[in-house]
């Protein structure tokens, strides 16, 4: 069986949904709302010049999950996926993801967003297997720590690689990944079909450059 790996944000959906969350945050005054905004915004745009601090973005991104109560983030989750998600949810997306399941294909995504926020959104599209960055939780409340390998650029080969030793069924299969983010770059090095989607600029260059296809998931292009 051969294996589709798809990025999440801004590649299967329209826009990225771990800023979209803190600007959820900020919008319900669930967080202080200038420090707050400020930060997410700055953390963002390190993100998308591919700079970020990993560790100091998670500190930030997670603390709310354990300011709150696990009932009033499940509210939370479920207003964000109805008033947010479904905002900028891409049809052209569901199809791709059905072709390859037709052709028989485990499908995955990896994602650095956090597992809290992206999980909902897995589920949705139907996915195989999910690999995030993953909150800590003890006794079933999150701690604002993460746990393990953050699923960000060089993360992401590192926990891939970690899936299919557990799973050696998919260690010879063929391998596609599709995403937006010059910060992907070391995992489309790895796979047989790199597949660069709505790209970023530097992403975009590094495609033409190297001849790996670009495609377009928005409905208006």
Known sequence: MH???FDLD???IGGDSDHAWG???VEREHVDVDRYRSANDRFYQDYQRGELDIFAYLEFALEPLAQLSRGQLENLQQEFMREVISEIWLPRAEELISRHRRDGHHIMIITATNRFVVEPIAARLGV??????EPEEVRGQFTGRVTGEP???GGKVVRLHQWLAHNPEFGSSEKWFYSDSINDLPLLQQVEHPVAVDPDARLRAE???RGWPVISLR???
């Open 207 to 209: 495609a033409e450059a």
């Open 219 to 221: 409905e208006s292009q």
């Open 10 to 12: 801004n590649t299967l």
């Open 3 to 5: 294996l589709a790996i």
């Open 151 to 153: 699923c960000y650029q």
């Open 23 to 25: 600007e959820f945050l």
């Open 128 to 133: 195989d297997t999910l690999l995030a960055t």
